[in-house]
Structures are given as C-alpha cells and as structure tokens.
C-alpha cells in the first residue's frame, strides 16, 4: 500500500516537473524569438544608417537590383523587350540657346594659293562650332541721383525728386543682390557663409549676419503674397502634408540639439512650409486649421483629427516591404512589391486621362488588384511577430488600409504623397549644408521663402527673375489687387 502510494506521488511530481519544463520550455522559446526579432530590427536599422550615409539617395533592392519606380515596366515589359532589343542610339549634343550673346573670332588659312597649279585660293565657305563662355559675376554700384529745386524767392521751399521705395529702407542692398542671395541659399542650397566668401572674392565685404538679417527682412516683404497663396491652398480639393525635421539652437524653452519641424503643405501648384518648435497635433492643427477637405498624408497618427477625409500613400507602404528585401530575399514581401508595382503601372498608362475615366479604370483594373493586396496581407498577419521587420510592414498596410484605396473612388486623387515629399526635398538637401537655423524668426523666414520658391518653381518660372521684380515691386503695392498681380500665376516676366 505504501509502495503504491510513493509511486502515484512520483507519477504526480513528474507531471508536475514536465509541465514546469514545457511552460519554461514555451517562455524561452518566446523569449529567444523576441531576441531574433530585436536582432533583426538592430540589423535592418543599421542597414538603413549604412544606406543613408553611404548608399544611393533612390529606393533600390539589394536582389533584384531595379529601381522602385522602374519595378511595374521590368515586371511588365520585361518579354516584349527581350523580344525586340534595338541598339541605343548615340546623342546629339543640344544646341546652345540662340538667346545668349555671340562673339565671333574668326580663322583665315595662312596659304593663298593652291599648291597644285598657284591659282588664288578664293573664299569656298566655312565651319563654325560653338563654346560657352563664362564670365563671373559682374558687380555694379546703382547711385540713385535725387535732384532738389529750391524757391528763388522765399527761399524757404525745397522740392526733392521721389523714388520708388526700397525692399529694405537704407541698406546697400538692391533687389537683383536679394534675390541671388535668396535663391543661392534657399533653392540651391549655398550656406550664407560660403556667400560671404564668394563676395570677398570680388572685392565686396558682405556679412554672413548682415544676409541673414536681410533674409528675414525680405520673408517679412513677402508675407503679403505669402497670405494669399495661402487663402488658395484651401481652395483646393486635397492638400499633401508632410514633415521633416530642423535644428533650432536659440528656441526658448530647449536644448540647442532639440529637433524642431518644418512642415509642408501641397495643392498642386502652390507649396507653402511651416515651422513649429513641435511635431504634436496642436501644431499640426494651427497648420491646417480651417481646411474641411481632403487631406493626403504618410499615416503619421496627428492627422487623424485633422479633418473628415484622408488618403494614404502607397509609396510608404511599398517603402515597408523593400526594407524588407533590404535585408534578404523573402517571398512575401516580394510578392507584396509586385503587386504595388502593378497599380503604379495602371497609373502610367492613365496619367493624362480626364478624371472620370481615371476613375473608370481604377474601378476596372486597379480594384482588382487591391482586393489580391488586401487578402495577401490578411493571410500574412496570422502567425507573423508584430514588431518584425515584415510585421510593421504588415501592420502599416493593415492600420492605413481605409485610406490607400480612397484614391480609386476620384480620378483627382493620387495614388501617392510623392508631391509633398517632392517639395520637401530642397529644405533637406540644403539643411545638409547649412545644418541649424540659428533663431525662430530665422526658421520661420525660411518657411516663407522656401514655399515661395517652390511655389514659383511649380509654376514653371525663373526664381531669381520672379524674386527680382517682387523685390522691385512690391514696397510699392498699396492695394491687394496690385500684390494679387505680383502672385506666380499673374506676373508678367521678362
């Protein structure tokens, strides 16, 4: 009796004792795969860093090795190519622009007479090519020459000739300076100190705070036109939004290695930026305050409050997936880029369609494919680790679903917040090069002209001629019909 009683308490401790080791044999198999996980997301992370700082500016896959806006025409073309492959025809140079001036040196042959027969050699044509010349920049002092008259009789009346009022009272600085200053920093990315040296080389002293200054003399100018590009913004049937990052060293309140935003904000042809000292929906809300439309955005959480209607990107959902590939070669995430590419495809071959049909065909062809997309990415999710590289991908699409397949519903809409990130791209190329901004009002002088830049660039004109004649032009503005007239759309260039 005592002997069957010890080994029903053995049998018990061992089942005991073997369901303590699946339990721990369960939470060390759960723990190793957080480690895996975390390892992998370390590693993906530092292929990102390496790719940043070393690697090509494009989104690439490491095997694949196509471009990502080029994958829908390998994917699709890639037969009918094989099929016909034509030899790559040499270039012709362009011509040079019939506009610039010439200056002709002309080359006689020193023999006169034919070595033949000495007849005189006489005149039987000639051959021309052409070089560009460049002349550096030329500076000139503009002395304005106010004549006075002065009464005879009284001599008590002096009249003064006027002039046009300048676009900073009492300064060396004339419009065509401002504007060069304005578009080497802002469009083309030169810090003010490199300008400054610049000036030294031609014998002009010009500080690096003096520029500054007037840059944030001239945003100030320009808020006028800058009000009004906004009032038709919010006009327009859908908005792109996006955000990236500035340094500010003298913001109350932070340290100097705190990150600031600056925002973006995109209606087709008029681009406008924002600086706020924070990335929070209260900043997001003063941005876009009063606009009920549509609002196309990356998926960043604050725009969700900001109005009724908005649209994803897919550029970002595709991004989630080739970081994927980034890191190895995995059969759904490839998948998943594929299909991706196959709407982008349906958009080339629809992208000057009207509207409505654009509509039409999305509802056709591209429907069909986001319903693969959708069913893909369910059967996925099951079974995958959230926080994996793949998993976030997943997860991305999952939580934005709604807003990507809006865009089928209106041939307005795009696929795509490419626009927003296109006008964003010139402040970061040129925060690689100037780093910081030194105050708020310095950040803030940066939005103003930044957007206008870019807007004036949209609108396919000359920046530094447009800013010439703002400069010129508009200290003497009265009225808001004569700053309407200094807008992009209504200006009259040279």
Same mark, same amino acid.
Not at 36 to 42: D, E, G, K, M, V
Not at 91 to 102: D, V, Y
Not at 210 to 226: E, F, G, K
Not at 334 to 339: I, Q
């Given at each position: 009796?005592?002997?069957?009683?010890?080994?029903?308490?053995?049998?018990?401790?061992?089942?005991?004792?073997?369901?303590?080791?699946?339990?721990?044999? +369960?939470?060390?198999?759960?723990?190793?795969?957080?480690?895996?996980?975390? =390892?992998?997301?370390?590693?993906?992370?530092?292929?990102?860093?390496?790719?940043?700082?070393?690697?090509?500016?494009?989104?690439?896959?490491?095997?694949?090795?196509?471009?990502?806006?080029?994958?829908?025409?390998?994917?699709?073309?890639?037969?009918?190519?094989?099929?016909?492959?034509?030899?790559?025809?040499?270039?012709?140079?362009?011509?040079?622009?019939?506009?610039?001036?010439?200056?002709?040196?002309? @080359?006689?042959?020193?023999?006169?007479?034919?070595?033949?027969?000495?007849?005189?050699?006489?005149?039987?044509?000639?051959?021309?090519?052409?070089?560009?010349?460049?002349?550096?920049?030329?500076?000139?002092?503009?002395?304005?020459?106010? &004549?006075?008259?002065?009464?005879?009789?009284?001599?008590?009346?002096?009249?003064?000739?006027?002039?046009?009022?300048?676009?900073?009272?009492?300064?060396?600085?004339?419009?065509?300076?401002?504007?060069?200053?304005?578009?080497?920093?802002?469009?083309?990315?030169?810090?003010? @100190?490199?300008?400054?040296?610049?000036?030294?080389?031609?014998?002009?002293?010009?500080?690096?705070?003096?520029?500054?200054?007037?840059?944030?003399?001239?945003?100030?100018?320009?808020?006028?036109?800058?009000?009004?590009?906004?009032?038709?913004?919010?006009?327009?049937?859908?908005?792109?939004?996006?955000?990236?990052?500035?340094?500010?060293?003298?913001?109350?309140?932070?340290?100097?290695?705190?990150?600031? @935003?600056?925002?973006?904000?995109?209606?087709?042809?008029?681009?406008?930026?924002?600086?706020?000292?924070?990335?929070?929906?209260? /900043?997001?809300?003063?941005?876009?305050?009063?606009?009920?439309?549509?609002?196309?955005?990356?998926?960043?959480?604050? @725009?969700?409050?900001?109005?009724?209607?908005?649209?994803?990107?897919?550029? &970002?959902?595709?991004?989630?997936?080739?970081?994927?590939?980034?890191?190895?070669? &995995?059969?759904?995430?490839?998948?998943?880029?594929?299909?991706?590419?196959?709407?982008?495809? =349906?958009?080339?071959?629809?992208?000057?369609?009207?509207?409505?049909?654009? +509509?039409?065909?999305?509802?056709?062809?591209?429907?069909?494919?986001? /319903?693969?997309?959708?069913?893909?990415?369910?059967?996925?999710?099951?079974?995958?680790?959230?926080?994996?590289?793949?998993? +976030?991908?997943?997860?991305?699409? &999952?939580?934005?679903?709604?807003?990507?397949?809006?865009?089928?519903?209106?041939?307005?809409?795009?696929?795509?917040?490419?626009?927003?990130?296109?006008?964003?791209?010139?402040?970061?190329?040129?925060?690689?090069?100037?780093?910081?901004?030194?105050?708020?009002?310095?950040?803030?002088?940066?939005?103003?002209?930044?957007?206008?830049?870019?807007?004036?660039?949209?609108?396919?004109?000359?920046?530094?001629?447009?800013?010439?004649?703002?400069?010129?032009?508009?200290p003497n503005a009265k009225t808001v019909e004569q700053i309407e007239q200094l807008l992009p759309e209504n200006i009259q260039l040279?």
């Amino acid at each position: 009796m005592l002997g069957m009683k010890s080994a029903q308490k053995l049998q018990q401790e061992n089942a005991k004792l073997r369901a303590e080791i699946k339990q721990q044999s +369960k939470v060390y198999e759960q723990t190793l795969k957080d480690k895996n996980t975390y =390892i992998q997301n370390l590693e993906a992370a530092l292929i990102d860093l390496k790719k940043y700082r070393f690697g090509s500016s494009s989104e690439k896959q490491n095997n694949a090795q196509t471009a990502l806006f080029n994958e829908a025409e390998v994917l699709t073309e890639t037969k009918a190519k094989k099929a016909k492959v034509k030899k790559k025809k040499s270039g012709k140079r362009k011509p040079l622009p019939k506009t610039l001036e010439r200056e002709d040196k002309v @080359y006689k042959p020193e023999q006169t007479t034919c070595p033949h027969d000495g007849a005189k050699l006489i005149y039987a044509g000639e051959e021309v090519s052409e070089q560009l010349k460049f002349i550096p920049a030329h500076i000139k002092v503009i002395r304005h020459i106010r &004549h006075k008259l002065a009464c005879p009789q009284c001599k008590q009346h002096i009249a003064t000739a006027p002039k046009p009022a300048d676009p900073i009272p009492k300064s060396i600085a004339s419009p065509e300076l401002l504007s060069y200053i304005t578009v080497s920093k802002y469009a083309d990315g030169l810090p003010l @100190y490199r300008l400054s040296q610049m000036f030294k080389r031609l014998d002009i002293s010009i500080s690096r705070t003096n520029m500054a200054d007037w840059m944030i003399r001239c945003s100030t100018l320009i808020q006028p036109l800058v009000n009004l590009l906004e009032d038709k913004l919010f006009d327009k049937p859908f908005i792109h939004m996006d955000e990236t990052t500035v340094q500010v060293l003298k913001e109350p309140g932070k340290k100097p290695s705190s990150k600031s @935003y600056m925002w973006v904000r995109r209606g087709q042809d008029i681009i406008l930026f924002d600086y706020s000292s924070s990335r929070s929906t209260k /900043a997001a809300e003063k941005i876009i305050k009063g606009y009920a439309k549509t609002l196309i955005t990356d998926g960043y959480g604050v @725009y969700d409050t900001l109005t009724n209607k908005q649209l994803g990107c897919w550029a &970002h959902a595709r991004r989630y997936f080739i970081k994927v590939l980034d890191n190895g070669e &995995h059969a759904g995430a490839r998948k998943m880029v594929e299909l991706i590419a196959e709407l982008y495809q =349906i958009e080339k071959q629809i992208k000057d369609d009207p509207p409505d049909k654009k +509509k039409i065909s999305r509802q056709d062809k591209s429907k069909p494919i986001l /319903a693969k997309i959708k069913a893909l990415n369910d059967e996925q999710l099951i079974g995958c680790a959230p926080k994996s590289i793949f998993g +976030k991908a997943l997860g991305y699409l &999952h939580n934005q679903w709604p807003k990507l397949i809006g865009y089928i519903e209106n041939g307005h809409y795009p696929i795509d917040n490419n626009p927003a990130e296109n006008a964003i791209r010139p402040f970061v190329v040129g925060r690689k090069n100037w780093l910081f901004a030194n105050t708020q009002k310095g950040a803030k002088a940066s939005a103003n002209l930044y957007g206008l830049i870019e807007t004036v660039k949209a609108h396919g004109l000359n920046p530094e001629k447009y800013l010439t004649e703002i400069y010129r032009q508009l200290p003497n503005a009265k009225t808001v019909e004569q700053i309407e007239q200094l807008l992009p759309e209504n200006i009259q260039l040279d």
